[in-house]
C-alpha cells in the first residue's frame, strides 16, 4: 500500500501552530505566512516568464529557418516544461 509521507494530522497541526506562536508570537506569524506567499508568487512569476521567452524565441527562430523539425523539437520542449512546472501552476 502507497501512504503519502506529508500526510499530517490535526493533532500535530495544532502542536506546529503551539510551537509557531511560541517561538514567532501571533503578531509575527502573518507577516511570515505573506513573505512565504510573496516567495512562491515570484518564483511562479518567473518561471512563466522563462517559459514565454523560451517560447517568443524558438517561435522567432523557427519563422527564420522554417525547419520543421526544429518546430517538433520545441514542442517536445514545451511540453516537458509544462510537466516540470505543471505542479507550480494554478489552475483558474
Do not use: C, Q, W, Y
Amino acid at each position: 500500500m502507497l501512504t503519502i509521507p506529508l500526510f499530517i494530522s490535526s493533532a500535530e497541526i495544532a502542536f506546529i501552530v503551539f510551537i509557531l506562536v511560541m517561538v514567532f508570537g501571533a503578531d509575527k506569524i502573518p507577516e511570515i505566512a505573506r513573505g512565504l506567499g510573496k516567495g512562491m508568487r515570484t518564483l511562479k512569476d518567473a518561471t512563466n516568464d522563462i517559459k514565454t521567452e523560451i517560447t517568443n524565441s524558438a517561435e522567432k527562430h523557427l519563422e527564420g529557418a522554417g525547419g520543421e523539425d526544429l518546430k517538433k523539437e520545441v514542442d517536445k520542449v514545451k511540453n516537458d516544461i509544462e510537466e516540470i512546472t505543471g505542479s507550480i501552476s494554478r489552475k483558474r
